[in-house]
């Protein structure tokens, strides 16, 4: 993991080492706060292309909405910030962090202003779930569910969903798994700690609803456009039991960190012939060549970084 040498950081490029903020700022105390996470990749002609920038700064704004936060910038303010701090960085493909916070120093969850500061950092960041990438994951329901829809918008990036994800990925990993899965409150399949998940079975693809408690990813998105545009498989956003799951032909998890990532394996159970999919391996080249703007149609997603 290698960060970038500068920090947007309310409206300038900083050094990396001066971009701090006080141990008794609201934020880090009750996690009120919203993030976003996507990536540049570097196009054939050498230039970085960050992938649906605008997708993400949407629901970042989002976000902050749904908490009722004030970002302190336009949506267009916040595109410029974004390709100024990956041209900065001088990388090619890298992972970009925007995070938006209340920065007092008051305690008490009622802040006396909710006019957010906003910093942008990015990183050299290989694939979240490394080999699993090529042989596919070995993925375990946990005892951690998403929250239900009456306890937080599961839709919204904020910064405390983080401590269900969190407890979800410790148990997973410390059982010896590369990722986790998580359930709904009412017991059908939500998403992973950091990713959404699609089965296919006779053809056809399914991922579960935003009633789910998922956030509905930009990969998501991106992914149920290929598939029907390009694999010609029709995709439905419907309940999905763990049954479903273990009787997938494939599986498969999306999102800005894991890409397209196989899943071979979910509690012990085989999925399809225990090896990554072939519409899962179509899915993961055709998504690569979107993402380096190689797809004619797909590169208006693409902002280029002159
Ligand atoms: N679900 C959760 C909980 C996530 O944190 C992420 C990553 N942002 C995703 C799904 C995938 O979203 P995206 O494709 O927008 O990265």
Known sequence: MRWGEKIWFDGELIPFSEAKVHVMMHTLHYGVGVFEGMRAYRLDDGTPGIFRLEEHLKRFAFSARAYKLELPYTLEELKKAVIETVRASGFGDCYIRPIAFINLTQIGLYPSERRLSVAIGVLEWGKYLGKAYERGARVATVRWRRPPPDVLPANAKAIGNY???????LEARERG?????MLDHRGFVSEGPGENVFLVKNGRALTPP?????????????VMVLLREKLGLSVEERDITLGMLYDADELFFVGTAVEVTPIVEVDGITIGNGQPGSITRRLQKLYEDAVRGRVEEYRGWITRVE
């Open 177 to 181: 798994f590369d990722e986790a899965l």
């Open 210 to 222: 935003v009633h789910a408690s998922i956030l509905p990813g930009i990969t998501r998105g991106t």
């Open 163 to 169: 401590l269900n994800s969190y407890l979800a990925t």
